[in-house]
């Protein structure tokens, strides 16, 4: 009973936690190369009332870095605003820091995305009595089927870098985004990740990068491959010229050889040759020696 009552207890006290906000927590996808600079486009023209920008970023898949555009998209409630996900260097991995919607825009890196979204905050809209205005200077409406505008002077900041952090954008999040992380949060719609999907399967979406990894890649694969080949070349030539000088070592060897053996064997023959008449020289100079009857005795 006891256990059960301090299980029943654990369980309690962790349903009431507050779960922590997506801007708080990563998603964990980290890589060791950065996203590329953001992507230069035209904001399509807003579809109608209600709908939001929600800017273009670079997301991360099998093969690496691809572009997600910027699409219109309406808010899950009135009253909310999107908070686009940004990339944090840190430790040396880059992190992927998911966007979501709530009642205040928090912290996104302070980057540029655009239309808007100049790094902190967002200029391109408002709500007012549940319904959304637009600032006609940075969003691209038709004023025709859109009456809710408004026009306020935004400064544009050119930088088109993707991630905060050493060598990126040196930003960090202010009161109004750290109160921001309190608020309560809804993940991406269904709709943007079905526009995030659909982006990962155009191929036109996919960072240059890679395909110049690729390309880079397969060079240097032909240059391996026609080094090897020389060097194999190069090897064979060795062994066919090590072969060739071993062979031609051993014929002159051989030649050496048979030649000193045809000098013995002549030497030989002339020495047999040579061996009678140098008997009867021995003969000749010293007669008595050969008739001399080996069993008499010398005289004295």
Not at 201 to 215: E, K, L, P, V
Request: net charge negative.
């Amino acid at each position: 009973k006891l256990i059960l009552l301090q299980c029943l207890l654990l369980a309690f006290v962790m349903l009431a936690a507050p779960a922590p906000s997506q801007a708080q927590v990563a998603v964990g996808i980290s890589v060791h190369i950065g996203p590329p600079p953001l992507r230069v486009y035209a904001q399509p023209i807003c579809p109608g009332p209600g709908y939001l920008w929600t800017p273009g970023y670079w997301a991360y898949g099998d093969d690496g870095y691809y572009w997600v555009p910027g699409a219109w998209v309406l808010a899950p409630e009135p009253g909310f605003l999107w908070t686009p996900g940004y990339w944090g260097f840190a430790e040396g991995v880059y992190v992927w820091h998911a966007g979501y919607w709530g009642p205040h825009v928090g912290f996104y890196g302070g980057i540029n995305y655009g239309f808007g979204y100049g790094g902190v905050g967002f200029a391109g809209g408002e709500w007012r009595h549940g319904a959304f205005f637009y600032n006609r200077s940075v969003t691209n409406i038709n004023v025709v089927n859109i009456h809710n505008t408004y026009n306020r002077t935004v400064i544009v900041n050119e930088n088109h870098v993707a991630f905060n952090g050493e060598g990126g954008v040196r930003a960090f999040p202010d009161r109004d985004e750290m109160r921001a992380e309190h608020d309560r949060h809804i993940e991406a719609t269904h709709e943007q990740m079905d526009h995030r999907d659909s982006a990962f399967r155009d191929r036109d979406n996919r960072d240059d990068r890679a395909d110049r990894r690729d390309d880079r890649a397969a060079q240097r694969d032909e240059q391996r491959e026609n080094r090897d080949a020389q060097r194999n070349e190069q090897r064979e030539n060795r062994d066919a010229q090590r072969n060739e000088q071993r062979e031609n070592r051993d014929a002159q060897r051989n030649e050496q050889r048979n030649q000193q053996r045809e000098n013995r064997n002549d030497n030989r023959q002339q020495q047999q040759q040579n061996r009678p008449a140098h008997n009867n020289n021995e003969r000749n100079n010293h007669p008595d020696k050969g008739d001399r009857n080996p069993h008499e005795r010398p005289h004295r």
